[in-house]
Each structure stands twice: as C-alpha cells, then as structure tokens.
C-alpha cells in the first residue's frame, strides 16, 4: 500500500504488518524488552493506521504512554509490574484482521 502524508510518499506491507505483530506477540518479556524501540514505533504507524483514538493511545493508560514508560522508566517497580498487562494490550489493540 502506497500513501501520502504531505509531499512525502510512503508505503508499507499490510501483510508484514501483520507478521512484525505476530513476531512481538511471540517474544519472550526479556526480547520485547529489548526491542522496546522497535515496538514503540511499530504501535506508533498501527495505531495511526488504524485511527484508533488518542485518548485509547496516548493517555496515561494508553499503549504508546506505557510502551514509553517502559522505555523511560525500566526497571521501576511499577511499571515493570505491569509489564503482562501492557503486552496483552499491545496484542490486542495492535492486531490487524486476517
């Protein structure tokens, strides 16, 4: 798929979306961890493909907060205590139909 955004053309793959989705969903916590970065900015283009609410992405509950939560505040309890939690959503909200 190709698209615009301004002057700038852009494409990607809605099937390699779905295998980037497939390989996060597969990591152990100790990979995704590692891969945070990728993963912040796979959930950034999925949730803007899929236009799904700011306030779903971006509020303090919203994935791209707590996936940047755990980039910036890793290893703190409370956040690392959640870190199941924020990987389900990201499964959830982030997964693209067959």
């Not at 099937?15 to 990591?27: C, I, P, T, V």
């Not at 999925?46 to 919203?62: A, I, M, T």
Request: with cysteine; aromatic share 10%.
């Amino acid at each position: 798929m190709e698209y615009l955004i301004g002057s700038n053309q852009y494409s990607a793959s809605y099937q390699d979306l779905r295998e980037e989705h497939a390989r996060f969903a597969g990591m152990t916590d100790k990979r995704f961890l590692k891969e945070l970065p990728a993963a912040l900015h796979f959930a950034v283009f999925v949730c803007w493909f899929k236009e799904l609410p700011s306030s779903q992405v971006l509020s303090d509950e919203g994935i791209v907060h707590q996936l940047a939560h755990l980039i910036h505040l890793k290893g703190e309890p409370l956040v690392t205590t959640r870190l199941g939690e924020i990987r389900e959503m990201f499964n959830k909200q982030l997964q693209l139909s067959p």
